[in-house]
């Protein structure tokens, strides 16, 4: 398991811009090809227009109008405008394409980071704030937008206009076009000296950023505990410490990042006023017409506007690259559990379980949580797991579904190694009921059926009077179709454990797993569901884990669990009549009655 990360915590970021990362966002353009290459096409013409405009006032000034050639003038101020409507077309297209690729390739990288997250093992989302999982997927990759539907584009639009640019002022004059490019090392330095503070500056924008982020996905999440212990004082001092830190880390980025263009601007203008001081005072051999002086300086405008561009799309670059190292980091997690290479699907299964002298730690050199655990359990045999806190009942669940992996030994289905078989064919015979029991927004019927998809309305009826929910469902407001708010909000603790139950056995599976699942269900509504589970049951393997001793007095095996070990197993009436740790466990609950 990776090391807790909290909200308090920042988290580590590569000191360099990392090229790989930049390339990687190319593959997400690689779809679109065609596209890309249409608007280029388009980029090209709109590059040659760009630069024909000086070259045709050059014409004007140094030969139409000496020779008053009225028809010339009326050709080529047709020309100009023929030539400004194309451009203003092809900037209306080349605005609209861009676009469109942009928010395709932000869909993918959204499409793509969801999946990859579906598939991460538990110890992922144990170590780290969902919250900072969350940023990732939506703040982040909005955050690639602009960069994405305009930048990465328009950047090779202006490297093609720079490059044209370039080469006719070299073919016009020479010696003006190197007097032109005196000052570009400057640029050059100024450009790298601020990469470097505006770099960590976003770096630890984004760390905060993700940090506020996590408090307040965390504070939503307790906000009946805060309520309850009246400490909304409290949670809002915190909220306002880690606003105040996003503030001023926002503010010292955006202070940094603002430099650059002010530098690229004056450095800009100076080499205009040293255009017009070559050309005007013939330095250095520079002996020009006013057409070309004034050409000159449109072309300076062409070379020094795709500069500009390119500097301000780096500035985003360096922006983006300290959240595309968090996306791609999480994309470049691999699963704990994945299906081996030569993994098989799991046939239908009898239910036979065998864990071989188990051993479980979360970390290589951590604590063993199971010690040699060894457990033998028939098909359609009913077990129960009892045991302190901590003793590692959970862990054995989880180690069956394999949700983690053994460190040592095995646990086998009929004799298949969980490890040798796929997780779909394995986790498609359980049906797990967890304590925490999670219900989908959206009505009772749709989470019902989130079991088995296919289900018919008669097989979700079924399944829910078989788990005595159907009574407390059709005195809802409208019955199997009452809508029910995110993680069942508006049903009591009860009712959501029953529908997740309904949820289970509409599943039909082979094993059935129930941790704590009747923990928050009263004792009535108890019996009436082991009345109708002792028909369900039959022919399933079942495991059990309950702090109430009631609810498992009649299962064929009950397994005391300390320390990662099962200290003692057996049936109810011989663990009592034992008088080791499940006697004393039972007589303590009921001496509390």
């Known amino acids: 398991?990776?090391?807790?990360?909290?909200?308090?915590?920042?988290?580590?970021?590569?000191?360099?811009?990392?090229?790989?990362?930049?390339?990687?966002?190319?593959?997400?353009?690689?779809?679109?090809?065609?596209?890309?290459?249409?608007?280029?096409?388009?980029?090209?013409?709109?590059?040659?227009?760009?630069?024909?405009?000086?070259?045709?006032?050059?014409?004007?000034?140094?030969?139409?109008?000496?020779?008053?050639?009225?028809?010339?003038?009326?050709i080529i101020t047709v020309g100009l405008a023929v030539l400004i409507v194309l451009y203003e077309l092809g900037l209306r297209y080349r605005t609209v394409a861009i676009t469109r690729v942009g928010q395709l390739m932000l869909k993918d990288m959204r499409r793509h980071i969801f999946t990859h997250i579906q598939t991460l093992s538990f110890s992922y989302f144990d170590s780290r704030p969902h919250g900072k999982i969350l940023i990732r997927v939506v703040n982040y990759v909005n955050t690639l937008s602009d960069t994405l539907s305009s930048g990465l584009i328009n950047v090779i639009s202006d490297v093609f206009t720079f490059i044209i640019t370039l080469v006719v002022m070299f073919a016009v004059d020479w010696k003006l076009t190197l007097w032109s490019l005196l000052l570009f090392p400057v640029l050059i330095i100024w450009v790298r000296v601020l990469q470097f503070f505006q770099r960590k500056a976003y770096q630890k924008l984004s760390n905060k950023q993700s940090n506020l982020n996590a408090y307040i996905h965390e504070s939503i999440a307790g906000v009946k505990t805060t309520q309850t212990f009246a400490q909304e004082k409290t949670q809002f001092d915190t909220f306002q410490e880690q606003q105040g830190e996003v503030r001023r880390a926002w503010m010292h980025a955006v202070h940094i990042q603002f430099l650059l263009w002010p530098g690229v601007a004056v450095i800009s203008t100076m080499t205009i006023a040293f255009i017009y001081y070559v050309g005007i005072m013939g330095f250095g051999g520079v002996n020009v017409t006013t057409g070309v002086l004034i050409a000159f300086v449109g072309y300076a405008n062409n070379f020094w506007n795709p500069v500009i561009n390119i500097g301000n799309f780096y500035n985003q670059l360096i922006t983006c690259s300290a959240y595309l190292e968090r996306i791609f980091e999480t994309l470049d997690v691999k699963p704990e559990i994945v299906d081996s290479a030569d993994a098989v699907d799991l046939p239908q299964i009898r239910g036979r379980v065998d864990f071989n002298d188990v051993v479980f730690r979360y970390e290589p050199d951590g604590r063993n949580i199971l010690n040699l655990l060894d457990l033998h359990v028939e098909p359609g045999s009913t077990v129960a797991l009892v045991g302190p806190t901590g003793a590692g009942k959970t862990t054995v669940i989880n180690l069956l579904s394999r949700f983690y992996d053994v460190s040592e030994g095995s646990v086998t289905i009929d004799d298949y190694d969980v490890r040798n078989v796929t997780l779909e064919s394995l986790r498609k015979q359980m049906g797990v009921m967890l304590q925490d029991t999670f219900i989908f927004s959206g009505n009772v019927r749709e989470n019902i059926r989130y079991g088995k998809l296919d289900a018919t309305d008669e097989e979700i009826e079924a399944a829910a009077k078989a788990v005595h929910a159907h009574e407390f469902i059709m005195e809802l407001a409208d019955g199997y179709d009452t809508v029910v708010e995110e993680r069942g909000s508006t049903l009591s603790a009860g009712q959501r454990q029953l529908i997740a139950f309904a949820r289970v056995l509409l599943a039909d599976p082979r094993i059935l797993i129930l941790d704590e699942a009747t923990s928050n269900i009263d004792t009535r509504t108890e019996e009436d569901l082991q009345a109708g589970l002792a028909r369900l049951l039959v022919g399933r393997t079942s495991f059990i884990i309950a702090h109430r001793l009631s609810t498992i007095e009649k299962a064929d095996m009950i397994c005391y669990i300390d320390h990662g070990q099962i200290v003692e197993h057996g049936s109810h009436e011989e663990l009592l009549e034992a008088k080791g740790a499940y006697y004393r466990l039972y007589e303590s609950q009921y001496a509390m009655i």
């Open 1 to 74: 398991m990776a090391q807790r990360n909290t909200y308090r915590e920042d988290e580590e970021l590569e000191e360099q811009i990392n090229l790989r990362d930049i390339m990687r966002v190319g593959s997400y353009l690689k779809p679109y090809t065609k596209n890309v290459i249409r608007i280029l096409a388009v980029v090209v013409a709109m590059s040659c227009i760009g630069v024909s405009v000086p070259y045709l006032t050059k014409v004007v000034i140094d030969r139409i109008i000496p020779q008053h050639d009225v028809r010339g003038l009326v």
